[in-house]
């Protein structure tokens, strides 16, 4: 499971990594299904993070109406 | 002032309070002629249509378009008594006039700046595929800048966007552009991105993005570039400049952030994918363990027969040793020793007969 600190990016890519493991010549049947909860769990949480992110827009107080 | 009796250089001052007072900013529109540049800082021209001429003076930093003689343009200025009794336009911008002046300006500096390889592909770099800070430069009442914000926010979150607030058009919008390019480019801590939006306009509306100033500051910026101005078929030098170039502010947005609903997709495909896949390989797995089974049982079949035949031989071989068979093929069984004399007994396959022994020869 990832760490609620890590990044979208760093989630994604370890979501990426527990995928190839199916398809890599490191499958183990036995360790299919733990795998396999894992990512479920971690696309679950990619999800709502994606879905309650806003962005944080912030107008600047500088002013470029002339030289400061 | 009739009666006032003025020093020359008092003359000059009060005429150019009177002039300054008076047209304080004029706006002229005429043909260049005798255009020159002098020790690389000022630049002298004339400004005439069919009747009058005006001498005008401005600093090369002033001039932000390329200008050549016989090109139509607007000035605007304060008109000027000089020490030497000279009356010119002190100019502070000037910009082409009509479509073939704007054209012809626009492919001058093209040619001068992609000469100087500003437009060089080589020099693109390319945006990070999810940024995480990015600025943009634009004004915040912009029709473009909110379509932008509006589908970033739809496409992504989680983005920190610092927004410097500028005029996109008129006289001063390059300056002020220009100026959050560097406020922006000298932060302690830099954006991975700085956008520059505006909506479509007219051509002069949108000439700003054409100045030469802007176009350096583009391409110098540390931060990677993304321009979206105008519509589609709108082409700025800013655009060229630019690292990657948008179609318009929208498509600034689809280009600066990925959408977060194919993002979903794509996940929920990837681990949906998972779940057959592990069924696969248990189908795959039970298979083989059937093969195994199957030849398993082959082979035990094998075996089998292989016992049945030997022992049916054994027992046709047995058979043969049965004496009874021997019996039956006509032989006779005899039981006793051969001495002259005595009884013994032979058996055949009906009959057991005693018998007295009366010779014994050798064979």
Redesign the interface.
């Known amino acids: 499971m990832s760490d609620k600190s890590n ?3 760093e989630k ?1 890519d370890e ?2 990594q527990l ?1 190839a493991w ?2 890599g010549e490191d ?1 183990a ?1 036995e360790e ?2 733990d795998r ?1 909860k894992a ?2 769990a971690l ?1 679950v949480e ?2 709502k ?12 107080k ?1 002013k ?2 002339s ?1 400061s | 002032m009739e009666n006032v009796l003025l020093s020359v250089s008092d003359f000059v001052a009060l005429t150019n309070q009177t002039l300054e007072y008076a047209y304080p900013n004029v706006g002229i529109e005429g043909e260049v002629s005798e255009f020159k540049v002098s020790q690389g800082k000022w630049v002298y021209f004339k400004l005439k249509d069919d009747e009058s001429v005006v001498d005008c003076f401005m600093t090369l930093w002033q001039l932000r378009v390329p200008i050549e003689d016989g090109m139509k343009v607007i000035v605007q200025g304060t008109p000027k008594l000089t020490k030497w009794g000279r009356f010119s336009l002190t100019v502070r911008t000037i910009k082409p006039s009509g479509e073939g002046a704007i054209k012809k300006s626009f492919e001058m500096l093209r040619e001068k700046l992609d000469k100087e390889g500003l437009f060089n592909p080589e020099r693109k770099r390319t945006l990070p595929r ?1 940024p ?1 800070s990015i600025a943009v430069i634009s004004s ?1 009442e912009a029709a473009g800048y909110k379509d932008f ?1 509006k589908i ?2 739809d496409r ?12 996109v058009q008129g006289e ?1 919008a390059p300056d ?2 220009i ?2 390019f560097k ?1 922006i480019n000298e932060q302690e801590v830099l954006p991975e991105v700085i956008v520059l939006i505006r909506g479509g306009g007219s051509a002069d509306d949108l000439s700003a993005f054409n100045d030469e100033q802007l176009v350096r500051a583009i391409a110098a910026s540390r931060v990677p570039t993304l321009v979206g101005v105008g519509h589609e078929q709108d082409e700025s030098l800013a655009d060229m400049a630019a690292d990657v170039r948008a179609a318009t502010p929208s498509n600034a947005a689809q280009l600066l952030v990925p959408d ?1 609903q194919d ?2 997709r794509s ?2 495909a ?2 949906n ?3 057959p ?2 069924g696969r ?2 189908e795959q ?1 039970a298979g083989q363990v059937d093969d195994i089974l199957g030849r398993a049982l082959v082979r035990i079949d094998d075996r089998i027969g292989l016992l049945q035949d030997r022992l049916r031989n054994q027992r046709s071989v047995l058979s043969q040793l049965n004496p009874e068979t021997v019996l039956a093929r006509g032989y006779a069984l005899i039981r006793g020793a051969p001495t002259i004399g005595k009884l013994i007994e032979i058996e055949t396959t009906n009959t057991i007969v005693e018998v007295e022994v009366k010779d014994v020869r050798q064979k």
Not at chain 2, 156 to 167: F, K, M, N, Y
């Open positions: 990044t979208l990016q994604m979501l990426t995928v199916f398809d499958f049947l299919a299904i396999f990512a479920e696309a990619i999800e993070d994606l879905s309650s992110f806003k962005n944080d827009i912030n107008v600047l500088q470029f109406d030289e | 999810i995480q915040t914000i970033v926010n992504w979150g989680g983005l920190a966007i610092s927004v410097a607030h500028v005029q001063s002020q552009m100026r959050a406020y977060r993002i979903i996940v929920r990837q681990t994918s998972l779940l896949l592990i390989v248990i797995a």
